[in-house]
């Protein structure tokens, strides 16, 4: 079974340690849950399942159950908090102390490489942007963005980009794309850093209604009633008119600019009548 400092994600920790002890001994839920202090014999078994969380307390139980010490305790702790959090900014506090104890420890988490690329809205800019700029400096790609991007930054991001495979540097100066795109990867940890940068591209997108003439630029909206099912048919529309642009943008040639394009559908109101339901 790997460290519990290979694992970014608590529940599944949990269940390949019930699952190693189970084919060693026949290790059962209730023989856990009995060595964690639960009278409950599922109780662990729902937590794995996302179905409960593990207050403060129980971390301890289950920690103490499972034999962590040292280090191992102190980055299950971390794991918990940042699984069970909310809150962006705590969840990304959370995930900055568990890289820095993994490192420490010479592990890389998983999920780093993604969470990197889409923590910053100029990462995915500047690999459009630089295999298409000729003497491609820091400063000139920096001097491309319509929005605020500075010489530090733009290093950073070709570094990222070099380093992740993303961007290839040729001896000539220039770049060019690798064949290697970038996933989502495990979604505990990429989903948070993607919030991240749908966050910063909705605040770019407010600023372009300022900062971008008309002619280059096409925001609209509609806001209508719709119910549940027909909620799914616009998702799924959404995602075919998605992949239908992407091809288009993968058959085009002669690129000239790099655009954000979001689509965004979300609620302005609660579900009608459960208001009833609240008082």
Not at 53 to 75: F, K, P
Not at 149 to 156: E, F
Request: net charge neutral; hydrophobic share 40%.
């Amino acid at each position: 079974m790997k460290n519990v400092l290979e694992y970014n994600n608590f529940r599944l920790y949990i269940r390949d340690y019930y699952a190693e002890r189970k084919d060693r001994s026949g290790f059962t839920w209730r023989d856990f849950a009995r060595d964690a202090g639960y009278s409950s014999p599922v109780f662990l078994k729902l937590v794995c399942d996302g179905k409960s969380n593990l207050s403060e307390v129980g971390v301890e139980r289950v920690a103490s159950a499972m034999g962590l010490v040292g280090v191992d305790l102190q980055y299950f702790r971390l794991l918990v908090s940042f699984n069970q959090e909310k809150n962006l900014d705590k969840q990304k506090v959370f995930f900055a102390e568990m890289r820095k104890l993994a490192r420490e420890n010479s592990v890389t988490l998983v999920g780093e490489e993604q969470y990197d690329y889409f923590e910053n809205w100029l990462n995915p800019v500047i690999r459009e942007l630089a295999p298409a700029s000729k003497a491609p400096t820091a400063a000139k790609l920096a001097g491309q963005c319509i929005f605020d991007a500075d010489v530090p930054q733009v290093k950073k991001s070709l570094k990222l980009l070099e380093k992740t495979g993303l961007l290839k540097k040729n001896e000539d100066g220039s770049y060019e794309q690798d064949a290697k795109s970038i996933s989502s990867g495990d979604l505990n940890v990429a989903s948070m850093a993607i919030r991240q940068m749908h966050r910063q591209m909705g605040e770019l997108a407010v600023k372009a209604l300022d900062q971008v003439p008309l002619n280059e630029r096409d925001i609209s909206g509609l806001t209508m009633g719709i119910s549940e099912s027909a909620y799914q048919k616009i998702v799924k529309e959404i995602a075919d008119f998605r992949r239908r642009i992407t091809a288009i943008a993968v058959e085009s040639a002669g690129e000239q600019r790099v655009y954000r394009l979001n689509m965004q559908l979300f609620p302005l109101t609660k579900t009608f009548g459960q208001e009833d339901d609240d008082v």
